[in-house]
């Protein structure tokens, strides 16, 4: 009686690990149309070494600059990240992360290689910039992403005072489908939003240029332009960008379905990180479609802290001014699935 007990149960547990793995097959096939690959866009909030940059002339975060940045504040800022990205990665990992805010080669180093995401193989693509504070673009990439081209494509007019940050462009390929991938950081509203539109428009014009060209040359042409544009999708810049074109912007208020925005300014929240892409990745047409899911802000509630003097909450940002204040960022993430779907 013993022995058919025991039998018994070991059938039973082979039936449940088949019945799991069944189910998790199922649940891949139904998400994933074959194979899903997570793209996400993080501004990582001034996410500067603590060592003095003999280059540049601004050294603010360092032990002696106005925010006293110290080795302890720069590992807590990094662990912070790490968890970001860990979160959204899930189980299958990011395939490509556009990130902006970082001062150098060395800190993208440092957060892949001297923590645990340094066990998903990522790498990147960096071009130093010509910005005034020394922030750059780079794109984050893992196994699934495959590039062949890379540049980094800067203003350049007589008009333009100050220096600003490149658009970061990348071709690659994700499962046999050729990918052209566009991060931005557009000049911030800082010194005032009239006075800095006309730069912002500036990048616009110069990122459509881009676009254009290969939309001319391949209308099918899988395209993603991401980025911290200090616009919203109903300004200007960014109407500007997909007028006449076959771009969408994912984060227009037709598509938005689980945030106020990504970065909050006293009361008022804005969408300025945003993904656009061209018109092929939103149909069957080609082999990779954006997933039904659409675009997501991750707005996890340790991203988040209770706004005393505004109400409601807003994210929980490493500074306020000078004063250190322990957080991850003062933006919050954005990322969508795309799926492969023949």
């Known amino acids: 009686m013993k022995a058919k007990v025991i039998v018994f149960v070991k059938v039973l ?91 150098n080669e060395n800190v993208l180093k440092h957060l892949l290689y001297s923590t645990p995401l340094k066990s998903q193989n990522y790498k990147y693509i960096h071009f130093d910039s010509p910005d005034m504070r020394g922030i750059d673009v780079a794109l984050m990439y893992s196994p699934k992403f495959i590039p062949v081209d890379a540049k980094p494509f800067y203003l350049v007019d007589d008009s333009i005072k100050i220096r600003t940050r490149n658009i970061l462009y990348v071709k690659g390929i994700i499962a046999s489908d050729t990918v052209h991938i566009f991060v931005n950081h557009w000049t911030s509203r800082y010194r005032g939003v009239a006075e800095s539109a006309p730069l912002r428009l500036m990048f616009s014009n110069l990122l459509k240029s881009k676009t254009d060209s290969i939309l001319s040359e391949i209308p099918s042409a899988n395209i993603i ?52 892409v061209s018109e092929e990745l939103m149909t069957d047409n080609g082999g990779l479609k954006i997933a039904k899911s659409g675009l997501k802000v991750f707005d996890a509630d340790w991203l988040m802290e209770v706004d005393e003097k505004y109400l409601g909450k807003k994210p929980f940002r490493t500074n306020i001014g000078f004063r250190y204040h322990g957080g991850f960022s003062d933006h919050l993430p954005v990322y969508l699935d795309i799926i492969k779907t023949n």
């Open 225 to 276: 332009i991401m980025g911290d544009f200090n616009d919203q999708p109903s300004d200007r810049s960014l109407r500007n960008l997909c007028a006449g074109s076959r771009l969408h912007n994912l984060s227009s208020a037709s598509r938005y379905d689980n945030s106020a925005g990504t970065v909050k300014f006293k009361e008022d929240w804005f969408t300025f990180d945003q993904m656009l």
């Open 13 to 103: 547990e082979t039936l449940y690990v088949l019945l799991v793995l069944w189910c998790f097959q199922l649940f891949a096939q139904n998400n994933s149309g074959g194979g899903y690959y997570r793209v996400m866009f993080y501004n990582l909030e001034n996410y500067f070494d603590c060592f003095p940059d003999s280059l540049l002339s601004y050294n603010e975060f360092t032990p002696y600059g106005d925010y006293h940045w110290t080795m302890r504040k720069y590992e807590s800022k990094t662990i912070h990240l790490y968890k970001v990205f860990q979160n959204i990665a899930g189980w299958d990992g990011i395939c490509l992360a556009g990130i902006c805010e970082i001062e």
